[in-house]
T-cell receptor, first 111, second 112 residues
Framework: DAGITQSPRHKVTETGTPVTLRCHQT?????MYWYRQDPGHGLRLIHY???????DKGEVSDGYSVSRSKTEDFLLTLESATSSQTSVYFC??????????FGQGTRLTVV | DQQVKQNSPSLSVQEGRISILNCDYT??????FLWYKKYPAEGPTFLIS?????DKNEDGRFTVFLNKSAKHLSLHIVPSQPGDSAVYFC???????????FGAGTRLAVHP
């Protein structure tokens, strides 16, 4: 299995609070991604990174920010969580045009 | 604007028969395509891929076909087994910075 760890695995938070999800890899892969999975929508790309300090928006980036200060870590921040951000979040890593490996997911509930 | 489309939310197939999952895309810049399988409460796992310079790739029971002129790809599973029951996602890399886009998924049920 690819060395990719997401933390926390589960989180319940209140509306309006900030939340940070962490993705850590030990594979030294260049590309990292954050997705959310919701029924009927599949996996939607939030943000991705193509190198340290290099990030770009995905399909559903509103309300989310990311940072990548080291190759191994990619952080996803919800500045002020809303109920619509209740979802399962997946991190993935890849090299150029090769399969991406996914983490186990983080289940986030915003109440 | 959904660039990768899986128009069938679900598919039911009898064990031993062929499963065919379909995927359409709109962006002609996509140059590498992948299929993933996902079980509940787990991350997606890679199944098979195909480059835009090919029209077919096989790996055991799994074959992916790419029709660039129709912007369509399909995954064939033969013979289908009950353990293949899962959600299948089609995905595509959009050149440049390796942006990876997924479809909405198709839930496959293989019954005895």
């Amino acid at each position: 299995d690819a060395g990719i760890t997401q933390s926390p695995r589960h989180k319940v938070t209140e509306t309006g609070t900030p939340v940070t999800l962490r993705c850590h890899q030990t594979e030294n892969h260049r590309y990292m991604y954050w997705y959310r999975q919701d029924p009927g929508h599949g996996l939607r790309l939030i943000h991705y990174s193509y190198g340290v300090k290099d990030t770009d928006k995905g399909e559903v980036s509103d309300g989310y920010s990311v940072s990548r200060s080291k190759t191994e870590d990619f952080l996803l921040t919800l500045e002020s969580a809303t109920s619509s951000q209740t979802s399962v979040y997946f991190c993935a890593i890849s090299e150029e045009n090769t399969e991406a490996f996914f983490g186990q997911g983080t289940r986030l509930t915003v109440v | 604007d959904q660039q990768v489309k899986q128009n069938s939310p679900s598919l039911s197939v009898q064990e031993g028969r062929i499963s065919i999952l379909n995927c359409d895309y709109t962006n002609s810049m996509f140059d590498y395509f992948l299929w993933y399988k996902k079980y509940p409460a787990e991350g997606p796992t890679f199944l098979i891929s195909i480059s835009s310079i090919k029209d077919k790739n096989e790996d055991g029971r799994f074959t992916v076909f790419l029709n660039k002129s129709a912007k369509h790809l399909s995954l064939h599973i033969v013979p289908s087994q009950p353990g293949d029951s899962a959600v299948y996602f089609c995905a595509a890399f959009s050149g440049g910075y390796n942006k990876l886009i997924f479809g909405a998924g198709t839930r496959l049920a293989v019954h005895p």
